[in-house]
């Protein structure tokens, strides 16, 4: 039992790390949108710097006069992205090997200044079984929740 959770914390844990890594363990909270879902395996990241929200790509924008800016090229970003999902399939797997459910959606949150960590999971469908929601539609919606209302 203990193997198990110890393992599902480590690979939460590296998708934290990886997000941290790409801004230099430079961000106030970290948020990782993890979706595994009819074969299809899909994830997102965004941060709260300086207190604004900021997805990956605009991370630059949240930056104060004097910061040194953030390498935010795509193949940067793209590794990050294969990485998370990497620890995704490795859930999968860890999940089979002692006969648990795969969760279909994480929502991570790392709070970088208090060291909380918050975890959210889904074991139901969550867009597959739309007609027109894709899992990038549902990590946008989730990063505008976030942002409304400042969580």
Same mark, same amino acid.
Not at 13 to 16: A, E, L, R, T, V
């Given at each position: 039992m203990k193997e198990f959770e110890d393992k599902f914390t480590e690979l939460q844990?590296?998708? *934290?790390s990886i997000c941290l890594e790409y801004v230099e363990d430079r961000a106030d909270k970290v948020y990782v949108y993890a979706s595994h879902?009819?074969?299809?395996?899909?994830s997102s990241f965004f941060y709260l710097i300086n207190n604004k929200y900021v997805e990956c790509h605009k991370v630059n924008d949240a930056l104060e006069t004097g910061d040194e800016g953030y390498d935010v090229s795509p193949e940067r970003m793209l590794t990050v992205l294969q990485i998370i999902n990497e620890d995704i399939e $490795?859930?999968?797997?860890?999940? $089979?090997? /002692?006969?648990?459910?795969?969760?279909?959606?994480?929502?991570? *949150? /790392?709070d970088v200044k208090n060291g909380n960590f918050k975890a959210e999971y889904k074991y139901d469908l969550v867009y597959s079984n739309d007609e027109v929601k894709t899992a990038d539609h549902i990590a946008d919606e989730w990063f505008e929740e976030i942002q409304d209302n400042n969580l």
């Open positions: 844990s590296d998708m *934290i879902e009819g074969g299809i395996i899909s $490795k859930i999968e797997v860890l999940c $089979k090997e /002692y006969g648990r459910d795969i969760p279909t959606e994480m929502k991570l *949150i /790392y």
